[in-house]
């Protein structure tokens, strides 16, 4: 059966007409040098902006992202402790601790560093010797540790992303993509609260250095909290940052930066712009009707539809113009119909960008229609089914 789309017949807030036009969706509201990015609201995973999000990326020291959730996780599986200690060996001080010349917590060599202090080695000073430490203490090798990472990474859904290592440092087959770690970090805040905090801290002791966040958005003054930036000769500048304001909190990645002044601005002003420029509004309350899907073969010619809870999308402030909103459904619905059946979604675009989709589910019971009912609607079917297969 070809997919409908139905232009819903309950309005709200006088912007029914406005909000599902099925005219096509509109440009982009926002423009960033980032040659890939992508951005959500954190309490409800709706899409305020995307820029060729799926593209595959070398992740660089964004990959320690995936680093953290794998020790994340572990802690809270009681597979380690925060007091657990793990020995630095000749292998991470060498390629990620003070001779390697790249970010490091300057880790003495056959020393025995706490879980918690390479936690914020990793997290405020993006500490490769810390990651190194952590894999090896872990997993045996930091491959055997990479490959955990990768296997994490598509238990949580992240299908494009592959870890070679863990620190991001450049390898061959290594990427993931704007979208998995904004998805990532989103994970990582939601499930693990009793670590986020270390992402904030503002600097970091350890073996009587000091080093302050390596994060350029913490200093700002837009309300970020996290979460990690990272650069790569293939991949150009990246970030992967959060903030929070006025009870709004966004999480956006954004990578192909051209250098670190560049990332930091356009990371500024892509999470300032989305904390700022959507209201959250309620558009249908709880059982209240979305709209209608035709019915093939029933008692009635079409079945009411309604989500499974009220619906909450965010408007832009300043343009709400360029929202628009539809019912897609594969039909016609064929009888019977049961009342709580599946039956399509309603899809939601800022712009350009599919920014939410909710699910949408018989709000009443339709029988099969009599031999007639049945015999006309194959009739209609017959005669204009090729036209809506044309032009849907």
């Not at 390629?95 to 936690?119: N, Q, Y």
């Not at 209240?288 to 010619?301: D, L, N, R």
Request: charged share 20%; hydrophobic share 45%; glycine share 8%.
């Amino acid at each position: 059966m070809p997919l409908r789309v139905f232009q819903p017949l309950a309005g709200f807030l006088g912007l029914a007409l406005l909000l599902f036009c099925l005219s096509p969706a509109s440009a982009q509201l926002f423009e960033t040098k980032a040659t890939q990015a992508f951005m959500i609201d954190a309490d409800t995973g709706t899409v305020l902006f995307a820029k060729d999000a799926d593209k595959p990326i070398p992740p660089a020291s964004m990959a320690k992202l995936m680093t953290m959730e794998v020790v994340f996780n572990a802690i809270k599986q009681k597979r380690i402790t925060l007091d657990d200690t793990f020995v630095v060996s000749e292998n991470a001080w060498r390629t990620g601790g003070a001779p390697s010349g790249t970010s490091t917590m300057f880790a003495k060599l056959k020393s025995a560093v706490r879980v918690e202090d390479l936690i914020q080695g990793v997290t405020v000073q993006a500490a490769n010797d810390g990651c190194i430490v952590l894999a090896e203490g872990m997993a045996g090798s930091e491959a055997n540790f990479a490959a955990q990472m990768t296997d994490r990474a598509h238990e949580l859904g992240l299908a494009k992303s592959k870890f070679v290592n863990s620190t991001g440092l450049p390898a061959d087959g290594q990427q993931t993509t704007v979208r998995e770690l904004t998805q990532l970090a989103l994970h990582i805040w939601r499930d693990y609260p009793e670590f986020f905090h270390y992402y904030a801290q503002p600097d970091f002791t350890w073996n009587k250095i000091a080093q302050r966040n390596r994060n350029p958005l913490l200093a700002m003054g837009i309300d970020a909290d996290g979460f990690v930036a990272g650069a790569s000769e293939q991949g150009g500048f990246g970030i992967v940052g959060t903030a929070s304001h006025n009870g709004i909190r966004v999480i956006a990645a954004l990578s192909g930066l051209a250098n670190d002044k560049e990332r930091s601005e356009e990371a500024r002003k892509l999470l300032d712009w989305g904390s700022r420029s959507f209201q959250k509004t309620e558009i249908f309350a709880k059982d209240e009707v979305v709209g209608e899907a035709q019915v093939f073969g029933g008692t009635k010619s079409g079945v009411t539809l309604k989500a499974k809870g009220p619906i909450n999308i965010f408007l832009p402030i300043a343009n709400r113009d360029r929202l628009t909103a539809r019912i897609v459904y594969t039909g016609p619905v064929a009888a019977p119909v049961e009342e709580g059946q599946p039956v399509g979604e309603l899809r939601v675009w800022i712009g350009d960008t599919l920014s939410q989709q909710t699910p949408l589910f018989a709000a009443e019971s339709v029988k099969v229609g009599t031999l007639p009912q049945r015999a006309l609607d194959a009739a209609k079917e017959l005669a204009v089914g090729w036209l809506r297969q044309k032009h849907l």
